[in-house]
């Protein structure tokens, strides 16, 4: 067993930890602590469009929000809670979690082998293993006391996003707290602004779906699930990968059944994205 981390380093508060997790950036052993070592940074900035210690904040501001949600929701994080990261990425949240959750109970899944490979490969705390895109997950029913999805329904088509909901409310146990993200409708505006010629590939991706912007608003207006099929690159094609804007509405009534919707908060100044918060009951 390895110990979460504020027992390993007797740290007093969670800012402690992402300093020590920063630290780690450039120190591989702290304390006699052999820490998770990083994947290089264009690596990180493919998944995430951050690295090292940039990357660690941003996620330090959702791992903060979703853990005073889960005590809010008696729920709050211990050495033995079980925890999933659906599409764990490199693994920088289960890094964060290793703060107070112990490395063996500790899970990642992901569709993509390498991303896989490289959270294995530099040590990431957790039980890491590949899933496909379209299903299932490979745990029993009611295991989880918290289910995070950080940019991850907000690239789902609606087909895929229901299903995968369903499927997380299957491994939830009772008073599951589940953490996700997706495009609010702002992001709809971010794409109508994107100049021209774009600057990145990413943004080229995103500027040829310009034309759909005005059913999209409206769309979104009606409480509808809204996707863009731009893709993923190999292996995620605009079937199962693409940008989707989910309004609150939708979450609230469709996957109300799955997960009762504590918070929708779209505020750029605190994320990215919308940031959901929900309950099993």
Same mark, same amino acid.
């Given at each position: ?5 504020? #027992? ?32 290089? =940074?264009?690596?990180? !900035?493919?998944?995430? &469009? ?14 903060? %929000? ?24 490199? /693994? ?10 112990? #490395?063996? *109970? ?16 530099? /040590?990431?705390? /957790? ?7 379209? +299903? ?12 995070? #999805?950080?940019?991850?329904? *907000?690239?789902? =088509? ?7 909901? *369903?499927?997380?409310? !299957? @491994?939830?146990?009772? +008073?599951? @707290? ?6 609010? !409708? ?11 010629? =774009? ?40 079937? @199962?990968? /693409? ?14 059944? %799955?997960?009762?919707?504590? #918070? ?13 918060? &929900?309950?099993?009951?």
């Amino acid at each position: 067993m390895i110990p979460n981390g504020k #027992a390993l380093f007797n740290l007093q508060d969670d800012q402690q930890w992402l300093d020590l997790l920063i630290r780690s950036v450039t120190e591989p052993t702290i304390g006699g602590v052999e820490m998770p070592r990083f994947p290089h =940074p264009d690596f990180q !900035r493919k998944l995430v &469009g951050s690295a090292d210690g940039h990357a660690l904040q941003e996620a330090y501001k959702f791992y903060k %929000y979703f853990k005073a949600y889960s005590e809010a929701l008696a729920m709050p994080l211990h050495p033995k809670t079980k925890a999933l990261d659906f599409g764990c990425g490199w /693994g920088r949240y289960t890094r964060m979690l290793w703060n107070d959750i112990d #490395a063996d *109970s500790l899970y990642g899944v992901d569709v993509e082998p390498e991303t896989l490979a490289v959270c294995k490969g530099v /040590g990431s705390p /957790g039980t890491f293993q590949r899933i496909d895109a379209q +299903g299932p997950l490979p745990f029993d029913d009611n295991k989880f006391d918290l289910i995070i #999805a950080y940019s991850v329904f *907000s690239h789902l =088509p609606k087909k895929l996003a229901d299903y995968w909901m *369903s499927e997380l409310h !299957r @491994v939830a146990r009772s +008073g599951c @707290v589940i953490a996700y993200t997706t495009e609010p !409708r702002r992001f709809l505006d971010f794409i109508l602004e994107i100049p021209s010629p =774009p600057p990145t590939s990413w943004h080229h991706g995103l500027a040829k779906f310009k034309h759909m912007a005005p059913k999209l608003y409206q769309d979104f207006d009606e409480n509808k699930f809204c996707y863009i099929p731009t893709s993923g690159g190999e292996g995620l094609d605009p079937n @199962v990968y /693409g940008d989707a804007i989910i309004p609150e509405s939708y979450i609230r009534d469709v996957w109300g059944k %799955y997960f009762k919707c504590f #918070a929708y908060v779209d505020d750029p100044n605190q994320f990215w994205q919308a940031v959901v918060i &929900g309950q099993k009951s």
